[in-house]
T-cell receptor, first 111, second 111 residues
Framework: SQTIHQWPATLVQPVGSPLSLECTVE??????LYWYRQAAGRGLQLLFY??????ISSEVPQNLSASRPQDRQFILSSKKLLLSDSGFYLC??????????FGNGTRLTVT | KQEVTQIPAALSVPEGENLVLNCSFT??????LQWFRQDPGKGLTSLLL?????REQTSGRLNASLDKSSGRSTLYIAASQPGDSATYLC??????????FGAGTTVTVRA
């Protein structure tokens, strides 16, 4: 069966520090991978999606970036965090047009 | 651009009552529609996926319908229980990779 792992679960970082969130999927090949952000009281905002290794589409221009170094690994990064980057970050995957599945999320607080 | 709306934003019912959650979308050219559940501080759990060729899907006490012509989907939860308390989100899948989410309906089932 397929599983998705996302870590860390919580993170507190100072403004200006770098960020790296990792997501891996097991039990599937060539999945579509997504990074979403959920701000308090707001809906899900699509940040990046990837249909293959090295293929990244950005939905929102900002100081975040994403990379897909391996088929089932998706990384969200920032060189310098802003206060506005605080939120709940969710990784998701789907195979073709099958249901979308989410990880447990990372709660990021930028202080 | 596909816009997804969920009304009401919050709902409180006594235990045992049937729940009716509404989701509307602006572009009827969707491929499929998915309902999720989100518990506080957690990721999203997939409940039901309705393909565009289907009119409804059922799983246990849950039934979701889809009417593409009117741009609506409804999630029915029969005989609600306190454990059904959560936020329910719907997402419309267009014919590419960019899913559109509603803001969710937060349900409280009173014991």
């Amino acid at each position: 069966s397929q599983t998705i792992h996302q870590w860390p679960a919580t993170l507190v970082q100072p403004v200006g520090s770098p960020l790296s969130l990792e997501c891996t999927v097991e039990g599937t090949s060539n999945p579509n991978l997504y990074w979403y952000r959920q701000a308090a009281g707001r809906g899900l905002q699509l940040l990046f999606y990837s249909v293959g290794i090295g293929q990244i589409s950005s939905e929102v221009p900002q100081n975040l970036s994403a990379s897909r170094p391996q088929d089932r690994q998706f990384i969200l990064s920032s060189k310098k965090l802003l206060l506005s980057d605080s939120g709940f970050y969710l990784c998701a995957w789907r195979e073709g047009l099958s249901p979308l599945h989410f990880g447990n999320g990372t709660r990021l607080t930028v202080t | 651009k596909q816009e997804v709306t969920q009304i009401p934003a919050a709902l409180s019912v006594p235990e045992g009552e049937n729940l009716v959650l509404n989701c509307s979308f602006t572009d009827s050219a969707i491929y499929n529609l998915q309902w999720f559940r989100q518990d506080p501080g957690k990721g999203l759990t997939s409940l039901l996926l309705i393909q565009s060729s289907q009119r409804e899907q059922t799983s246990g006490r849950l039934n979701a319908s889809l009417d593409k012509s009117s741009g609506r989907s409804t999630l029915y939860i029969a005989a609600s229980q306190p454990g059904d308390s959560a936020t329910y989100l719907c997402a419309a899948f267009p014919n590419d990779y960019k899913l559109s989410f509603g803001a969710g309906t937060t349900v409280t089932v009173r014991a």
